[in-house]
């Protein structure tokens, strides 16, 4: 029976156990996925901070924020309550944004101050005091956030005042701080008695810089010159001081100074004169030395801007070879286009012909058309109308290279007296450039014709089809004047 209780009171334990263990929480990352709204207003938080929202409407913005933290807390449970806490948050800081706007417009004046109390690291150089402004400027905008501007407005001369403090401090903890400390430490060693006068130097110019800021702080960069001087002067003095007690120290008197003083000019000049006149008067030792180093300083100008010019002549001649290769490559690419051209215009050609009507060759830049299509009648020179179609299509092939010159040449077979063959062969050429003149409008300046007779073969005369061959008119296209020997003269090594 004992055995029966235990085994009841453990089983009812177990159930409580497990009705005590809840769900288990979610992370935050599985949080902000399950409740996207939550994550939203974290975003809308973080833009509120760097929009300083936490300072211009700072209750609704630690409002929002305690919202925020509560949505957390219900959607890490999976409370579905989180998403409309969430939204209430958004609402808040919309309200946050709107008096921000509200304050900044308000408060301009004081927010300047406050940016350029900033800029000066008042943050840093003067924490408490720069923490003493920030209070009431909060203190100001829940004023506004609350509705009382008028309060609001009476409280922003004194903030504006409180900023300006903190700025000039910081400036001056900036700028002639270091002056300050170190002109208070020469003084405590003794410095002021040794060397009176360069510290009086300095602490005018400490002076100065303070009064600069005092009038002006937007003067800093003339500020700062005081204080680098200032603290230029006290370093001088302290060294002043040092040599003095070096002197009282090792008990020299007079005679040991000065000679103490020509031993250091001695080293200084040691590079560049190893014997000094110390026998000279002191006046004439030290403008000796002057005028040398102003020689030693000429000549090494004159040195530099030798080499200077040398740089520059390196530089003009790189600069040439450069602008030089550059025009070269520039000038084969124009020539590789033109050729690229002149390619395209020949194939253009060579596709007007068939090989019944002409065949087409081309030497260097200039084209041949050897026309042995044309049709006349036996010894005559007249252009019949079956030959047109021919001409035309010289016409076309002449109109392809517009700025070129053109010579029209004829030839004949070896039958009849050599008399009869050039005349024959020049009237042909001579008809067929007037054709070309009249009908195909080339300027007739361009042209030129000429008769060869039988001289000029390019077939044996022995057969019907070689005197065939030799019976033909050729129109030569002149693009390029220096691969024709002389006017007139057709190249006899023509390349296909």
């Known amino acids: 029976m004992k055995k029966l209780y235990v085994i009841f009171i453990s089983f009812f334990l177990v159930l409580g156990i497990a009705g005590c263990v809840g769900p288990k929480p979610l992370s935050e990352q599985a949080m902000f996925q399950q409740y996207p709204k939550v994550a939203q207003l974290k975003r809308e938080l973080d833009a509120g901070f760097e929009n300083e929202l936490n300072v211009l409407s700072p209750a609704q913005y630690r409002q929002a924020k305690e919202i925020y933290e509560e949505s957390v807390n219900l959607g890490k449970i999976d409370n579905a309550k989180a998403s409309t806490l969430a939204q209430s948050g958004m609402d808040v800081l919309q309200k946050a944004r709107q008096n921000a706007s509200k304050a900044e417009d308000i408060l301009e004046e004081v927010l300047r101050a406050r940016a350029k109390a900033k800029k000066a690291r008042a943050e840093i150089l003067n924490t408490a005091a720069f923490a003493e402004a920030e209070a009431k400027l909060k203190s100001l905008t829940g004023l506004i956030e609350a509705g009382r501007e008028a309060k609001a407005k009476a409280g922003l001369t004194e903030a504006m005042r409180t900023y300006e403090a903190v700025e000039l401090a910081a400036l001056k903890g900036n700028i002639v701080d270091v002056a300050s ?3 208070a430490k020469a003084k405590k060693k003794g410095v002021d008695d040794l060397a009176p006068k360069t510290m009086k130097l300095a602490q005018e110019e400490y002076r100065l810089a303070v009064n600069t800021l005092n009038v002006d702080r937007t003067s800093t960069p003339k500020a700062r010159t005081h204080a680098q001087r200032a603290l230029w002067n006290t370093q001088r003095a302290t060294q002043i001081a040092e040599v003095i007690t070096h002197f009282d120290q090792s008990d ?14 001695s080293r200084i000049v040691a590079p560049i004169e190893s014997d000094l006149a110390f026998n000279e008067p002191n006046k004439e ?12 300083q000429s000549q090494q100008e004159s040195t530099l801007a030798a080499l200077q010019k040398t740089k520059e002549r390196e ?7 450069e602008a030089a290769l550059t025009e070269v490559m520039s000038l084969n690419e124009q020539k590789r286009q033109q050729q690229a051209a002149l390619a395209a215009r020949f194939s253009r050609v060579q596709s007007l012909f068939d090989p019944s009507e002409a065949d087409v060759y081309r030497q260097m830049d200039n084209v041949l058309i050897r026309a042995h ?3 006349f009648p036996s010894g005559s020179s007249e252009i019949e109308s079956e030959n047109f179609a021919l001409i035309n299509k010289i016409v076309e092939a002449i109109e392809q290279f517009p700025e070129s010159r053109i010579l029209v040449s004829g030839h004949t077979d070896n039958v009849g007296s050599d008399p009869f063959n050039k005349n024959l062969s020049q009237q042909r050429a001579d008809k067929v450039a007037k054709f070309l003149r009249e009908v195909g409008r080339i300027d007739a300046g361009r042209l030129a014709s000429k008769g060869y007779g039988k001289e000029r073969p390019v077939a044996p005369n022995e057969t019907a089809e070689g005197r065939a061959a030799n019976r033909r008119v050729e129109v030569l296209i002149i693009n390029n004047p220096d691969s024709v020997n002389t006017v007139g003269q057709i190249p006899a090594d023509i390349d296909r």
Do not use: C, P, R
């Open 181 to 183: 400390d170190a002109i």
């Open 373 to 375: 299509g044309f049709s």
């Open 252 to 265: 020299f008197n007079e005679e040991d100074k000065v000679l103490w003083y020509q031993e250091q000019i």
């Open 315 to 321: 530089m003009q001649i790189s600069q040439a070879k």
């Open 285 to 296: 030792l030290v403008k000796n030395l002057a005028n040398k180093l102003l020689e030693m």
